[in-house]
T-cell receptor, first 115, second 111 residues
Framework: EAGVVQSPRYKIIEKKQPVAFWCNPI?????LYWYRQNLGQGPELLIR????????DSQLPKDRFSAERLKGVDSTLKIQPAELGDSAVYLC?????????????FGEGSRLTVL | DAKTTQPTSMDCAEGRAANLPCNHS???????VYWYRQIHSQGPQYIIH???NNETNEMASLIITEDRKSSTLILPHATLRDTAVYYC????????????FGKGTLLTVNP
């Protein structure tokens, strides 16, 4: 079974440039999460989707960050314009709502460096 | 969700048991204890979770104290591949699978 797929794995951009990350969750997983992980810290939730609906985006900096999950499958996280402080690893995860274990499956992440 | 306290780092010899402690003194009755780990340059990986009974699976054992204020994750025979950051997370039950990660414990398994 394929896991959560993210791309690109690495991205280097200059500040004020736009950047986008893509996530393909595990087939059949209706819940999708975007987390941000700064160096030396644990992941922090940015947004959670149930199917195509964003049910928790309270931690998403809406002035420059946007996300979408068309058709309730793949998702894209965009930053425009990027700032130096946005350098981090962006992790996507998926899960099955109602699953007994409540286990989240994470992708390998997209590492962003803003110069 | 209740907060957790974990040591910043721990060392373990290869082949020995690794016992990772976690304090969650403010845990409430409907909150579960979850453990995830994150190997360098990978995303976090689920290990185990429990409510009040001890749990065991193919990866680890979880021992929760009777008052539920602390727990210990046990890797019975640590290998070099178990070197990772281990996160102890307390999460409320229900369908909201929001996980709030702390800084975790960096476990280093030495040969």
């Amino acid at each position: 079974e394929a896991g959560v797929v993210q791309s690109p794995r690495y991205k280097i951009i200059e500040k004020k440039q736009p950047v986008a990350f893509w996530c393909n969750p595990i087939s059949g997983h209706n819940t999708l999460y975007w987390y941000r992980q700064n160096l030396g810290q644990g992941p922090e939730l940015l947004i959670r989707y149930e199917n195509e609906e964003a049910v928790d985006d309270s931690q998403l900096p809406k002035d420059r960050f946007s996300a979408e999950r068309l058709k309730g499958v793949d998702s894209t996280l965009k930053i425009q314009p990027a700032e130096l402080g946005d350098s981090a690893v962006y992790l996507c995860a998926s899960s099955i709502q109602g699953a007994h274990t409540g286990e989240l499956f994470f992708g390998e992440g997209s590492r962003l460096t803003v110069l | 969700d209740a907060k957790t306290t974990q040591p910043t780092s721990m060392d373990c010899a290869e082949g020995r048991a690794a016992n990772l402690p976690c304090n969650h003194s403010t845990i409430s009755g409907n909150e579960y204890v979850y453990w995830y780990r994150q190997i360098h340059s990978q995303g976090p990986q689920y290990i185990i979770h429990g409510l009040k009974n001890n749990e065991t699976n193919e990866m680890a054992s979880l021992i929760i104290t009777e008052d539920r204020k602390s727990s210990t994750l046990i890797l019975p025979h640590a290998t070099l591949r178990d070197t990772a950051v281990y996160y102890c997370i307390v999460r409320s039950g229900g369908s909201n699978y929001k996980l709030t990660f702390g800084k975790g414990t960096l476990l280093t398994v030495n040969p």
